[in-house]
């Protein structure tokens, strides 16, 4: 999907657990659709069931960012789980660290993956438990910050970047390299 | 001085975008059913074409029943995702094997059997196993839909050039211990995000040891430590493999195909981006206790206490694994009582792992209340295993023979754990509801998996 991403602000919640796998984002039942919408409704299903569950609780309606653990969204490639985060309603998501799979499926899908050191993301998860805290994040200067003096820089994957702030067609974009790629598979027949 | 990894890599860059960002050709693309239909309706919507067809192969394998296979899919929804795989192969003219095909199976167990899966190539797959044919020397990594997409219709991929590990196994591994414990060891060394951002090259006398699908048992699981992808250098085992597979080069392309096959590997003083050992002798058999596969230990030993945990992160986490899986801090592995029993997956339902379950289980019976099943890879593995009278040894034994696919390592099927339901499971996940919900798996090797069968309960196989 071509969605780009420059700035955004909005409520924020805490999921703090460390290696959030995909098969919790979306579980299994649900890949077995042929669309790429119809998912931010299972985002979470098994979890959900829980009453208790941080995404059940009043004050985390209408949430667009999510702070969690380490390693978030190891596990299966499915696009499926960053469909169900976007189609739920969620610009960014901070974590200490990301697996490389799903960090991949972010940055084509206009969701964008903050990566912080754990120490600033405890700070979030803590400010997020509170419930009505709010984050703004800018990428275009690579900031994030909130209402109660925290602010800090974040790097981002260029490449990923570039996707997000355009909102580029990759494909579109990949084939006006044709004449390489063409180059290419002469060389190598 | 280049590793394996940077041999690879150098070989596919068609163009270099900006610092350590390339556009990379892709040798071999591999489909499947579940994450192939929003990427063919991408490219059907921007009247796009698949630049090169006859790089690209699909099969069925992730939601279809592995029952009966002359009736048709029960499941509609399922049904619906195969169909649309065969409309779409048909329509780009890329090859399937489909469910009545001879070479139907899971795609990491299709790929090395026909040969496709060669030396020094680049292979991709909408699926995180990929890294499975990295035991041939090829830099294989999973990719997401939108990425499957961008290859159907380029050919290419573009990658942030991954940081290499080396992961170097020595010493010999004891009688009863498999590349399945020594993967888990690894995973539960490192941690499940150990390697990440890293693509991880397995060195060592362990690790050349190895048997081809032993290899591909270790190479499936990088994943797991949170790798991009994990290599094997090709020597004279990967070689012998693949002389006179269907796919692979014959007569005098043989002879070039060899010639160049043998320079994919590391320089003696290459350098890698981190290192990481292991003694194969230190190693036992492994069993998982948690919730991811880095929470494991040796069969040997009890279920950890989180209190004794060092951070706070991972004191919640065990805990939390711990209320999952039903399990108490203290209790010895050895003795935990199991439900079901899954001889499968991309990481452990080759010839090699039903061969050394079935002696195992040989002139024994699967312990009442157990339900315990066999998922051959492929339908050419099943094949192979029946050519070897290994059905009769199982079915015997009390263990459904059954037709090739995924099955319960995720459980898009019928073949689901019920809620609470324990096993033993030769698979490679053992995430929360994986193979169904409330379900608690243990991951092991195929020995292990089926002397617990026989036992009903998790036992260290070495005892036998």
């Not at chain 1, 077995?32 to 569950?53: H, I, N």
């Not at chain 2, 290859?151 to 991954?162: E, F, I």
Request: charged share 25%.
């Amino acid at each position: 999907m071509v969605t780009d991403f420059v700035r955004h602000r909005g409520k924020a919640v805490a999921l703090p657990r460390r290696d959030v796998d995909t098969d919790q984002i979306i579980p299994k039942q649900f890949l077995k659709g042929v669309e790429r919408t119809g998912y931010g409704q299972s985002l979470f299903y098994d979890w959900r069931a829980d009453p208790d569950f941080e995404l059940n609780r009043p004050e985390a309606q209408g949430a667009t960012i999510l702070v969690t653990g380490p390693n978030f969204g190891c596990g299966s490639s499915r696009e499926h789980a960053v469909w169900a985060l976007a189609e739920y309603g969620f610009r960014a998501i901070i974590a200490p660290s990301f697996a490389d799979i799903f960090l991949s499926n972010c940055y084509r899908n206009g969701v964008l993956p903050v990566q912080l050191p754990a120490a600033d993301v405890e700070t979030l998860l803590q400010r997020a438990a509170s419930g009505s805290y709010e984050i703004a994040v800018d990428l275009e200067q690579c900031v994030l910050s909130d209402d109660r003096g925290f602010s800090a820089r974040f790097t981002a994957d260029a490449y990923g970047r570039e996707l997000l702030l355009r909102g580029l067609d990759e494909i579109g974009r990949t084939l006006l390299e044709e004449p390489s790629i063409a180059a290419y598979e002469r060389s190598h027949t | 001085m280049k590793t394996l990894f940077d041999r690879v890599w150098d070989a596919h860059v068609v163009r270099e975008l900006a610092d350590g960002v390339a556009l990379l050709y892709v040798d071999l693309h591999l489909v499947h059913e579940v994450t192939s239909p929003q990427a063919f309706a991408g490219l059907r919507r921007d009247g796009r074409k698949v630049r090169r067809p006859e790089r690209t192969l699909a099969t069925v394998d992730h939601s279809v029943p592995t029952g009966d296979r002359s009736l048709p899919i029960a499941d509609p929804i399922a049904a619906r995702q195969v169909d649309a795989l065969s409309t779409n192969v048909r329509e780009f003219g890329v090859e399937l094997f489909d469910l009545g095909s001879a070479g139907q199976g899971i795609v990491h167990v299709i790929g090395p059997e026909l040969g496709a899966t060669q030396p020094g190539m680049l292979i991709v797959c909408g699926d995180s196993h990929t890294a499975t044919h990295g035991a041939f020397g090829a830099f294989a990594l999973g990719i997401g839909t939108s990425e499957v997409e961008h290859v159907l219709a380029t050919q290419c991929l573009v990658l942030n050039k991954p940081r290499n590990l080396e992961a170097r196994i020595t010493g010999c591994r004891a009688p009863g211990v498999s590349a399945k414990d020594l993967i888990l060891a690894l995973i539960g060394k490192i941690g499940t995000a150990g390697a990440r951002g890293h693509v991880i090259e397995y060195t060592g006398d362990a690790i050349r040891a190895l048997s081809m699908e032993e290899r591909m048992t270790v190479c499936n699981m990088s994943i797991e430590a949170g790798a991009r992808a994990g290599m094997i250098a090709p020597d004279e085992v990967t070689f012998d493999y693949l002389e006179g597979r269907p796919r692979a080069p014959a007569g005098a392309a043989w002879a070039t195909a060899l010639e160049r096959w043998q320079t994919f590997r590391s320089d003696p003083t290459a350098r890698y981006d981190s290192q990481v050992r292991l003694d194969a002798d230190t190693v036992g058999p492994q069993v998982t206790w948690g919730t991811t596969p880095g929470m494991v230990a040796d069969i040997t030993a009890r279920v950890p206490d989180p209190a004794q945990l060092a951070s706070e992160n991972e004191r919640r986490a065990a805990e939390r694994a711990l209320e999952y899986m039903g399990l108490v801090p203290g209790t010895p592995l050895a003795g935990i009582p199991i439900d079901r029993v899954f001889l499968g997956s991309c990481t452990n339902a080759r010839i090699e792992d039903l061969r050394v379950a079935a002696n195992v289980v040989r002139g024994r019976h699967v312990a009442s209340r157990v339900r315990a099943m066999v998922v051959p890879g492929s339908q050419r593995v099943k094949a192979q295993a029946e050519r070897e009278g290994l059905d009769r040894v199982f079915r015997e034994a009390g263990f459904e023979w059954r037709n090739a696919g995924c099955s319960m390592c995720i459980g898009m099927n019928a073949d689901v754990l019920g809620a609470g339901e324990r096993c033993a499971a030769t698979s490679n996940r053992n995430f929360e509801g994986r193979q169904g919900r409330g379900g608690r798996t243990h991951l092991m090797s195929p020995a292990m998996a089926a002397a617990a069968a026989i036992e009903g309960r998790l036992v260290d196989v070495r005892e036998w």
